[in-house]
T-cell receptor
Framework: LAKTTQPISMDSYEGQEVNITCSHN???????ITWYQQFPSQGPRFIIQ???TKVTNEVASLFIPADRKSSTLSLPRVSLSDTAVYYC????????????FGSGTRLQVQP | NAGVMQNPRHLVRRRGQEARLRCSPM?????VYWYRQLPEEGLKFMVY????????ESGMPKERFSAEFPKEGPSILRIQQVVRGDSAAYFC????????????FGPGTRLTVL
């Protein structure tokens, strides 16, 4: 299973752009990269998923370099409500390998 | 389309009792996953099931824990003879396809063992 490494915590202020980088040196050819967000006392919520280059949706952007050994989740103009734990996961598409959640990155947004 | 449902939301058991946690996946989803989360920690995968079949139980303790996802009805995570170390939040997720597909999580069941 590809292991992921993320910063334990990050601090930001409202209105700033936040970039959270995840390392996954052992990512396999079939693996996709997925990010989830979790608020206290709630289940995680899917944010974005990608395989290579750049993916953007209404919530975030995901940047994946050519070697795919890392990825960066970009949150534009964060607000207080973005304070949460963010998890980076890698997993294949076959469905037979389970996803592994690391410890995540605890983002604290200050006013 | 209702989201993933879990019940009960809170469960209190005394040591030695059994705990049964239920998960109803989203409509149309045939893949169910169970995770355990201790306070201030990330989610730990336990088991992955696809209608009546266990696909991956590599994260499930060998003893006292079992899971099923019958053809009809919710998925059940069963913990026999609970111990204090079983106290945690147990999350269920479902997806329409495989493990790498977007997983939709339920609100969790918080198990407290006295």
């Amino acid at each position: 299973l590809a292991k992921t490494t993320q910063p334990i915590s990050m601090d930001s202020y409202e209105g700033q752009e936040v970039n959270i980088t995840c390392s996954h040196n052992n990512i396999a050819t079939n693996d996709y990269i997925t990010w989830y967000q979790q608020f206290p006392s709630q289940g995680p919520r899917f944010i974005i998923q990608g395989y290579k280059t750049k993916v953007t949706n209404e919530v975030a952007s995901l940047f994946i370099p050519a070697d795919r050994k890392s990825s960066t989740l970009s949150l534009p103009r964060v607000s207080l409500s973005d304070t949460a734990v963010y998890y980076c996961l890698v997993g294949d598409e076959t469905g037979r390998r389970a996803l592994t959640f690391g410890s995540g990155t605890r983002l604290q947004v200050q006013p | 389309n209702a989201g993933v449902m879990q019940n009960p939301r809170h469960l209190v058991r005394r040591r030695g009792q059994e705990a049964r946690l239920r998960c109803s996946p989203m409509k149309g989803h045939s893949h169910v996953y169970w995770y355990r989360q201790l306070p201030e920690e990330g989610l730990k995968f336990m088991v992955y099931l696809q209608k009546e079949n266990i696909i991956d139980e590599s994260g499930m303790p060998k003893e006292r824990f079992s899971a099923e996802f019958p053809k009809e009805g919710p998925s059940i995570l069963r913990i026999q003879q609970v111990v204090r170390g079983d106290s945690a939040a147990y999350f269920c997720a479902s997806s329409p396809r495989g493990a790498n597909n977007e997983q939709f999580f339920g609100p969790g069941t918080r198990l407290t063992v006295l």
